[in-house]
């Protein structure tokens, strides 16, 4: 009823299995923590554009415009002083 030799197999297979599992799941975290890194690489970037163009966005004609727009993107979400007494 019991076969001994399947379910060695089967054991060997689950220990190695493990191993590789390990493994994958180290490099995701490698690969987060890369992600993370790099948007934040970008996101430095971008903000440093982003005061540039607001420093000269009236010494340079059209660059207003351009400010405008960006600042939509860095826009900060405006917290409601109820909220911040709780």
């Known amino acids: 009823m019991f076969n001994q030799e399947e379910f ?3 054991y060997q297979l689950g220990k190695d299995l493990s191993v590789i599992v390990d493994q994958m ?3 995701a ?3 987060e ?3 993370t890194a790099v948007n934040s690489d ?3 970037a971008a903000l440093e554009v982003y005061a540039a163009v607001k420093h000269h966005a009236d010494k340079v004609p059209g ?3 351009v400010a405008v727009e960006m600042s939509e993107f ?3 979400p405006r917290h409601k002083a109820s909220a911040a007494k709780n």
Do not use: P
């Open 8 to 10: 060695c197999k089967d």
């Open 25 to 27: 799941k180290q490099l």
């Open 29 to 31: 975290e490698s690969l």
């Open 33 to 35: 923590n890369t992600l």
């Open 42 to 44: 970008a996101m430095v």
């Open 63 to 65: 660059l207003n415009v």
């Open 74 to 76: 860095f826009k900060r």
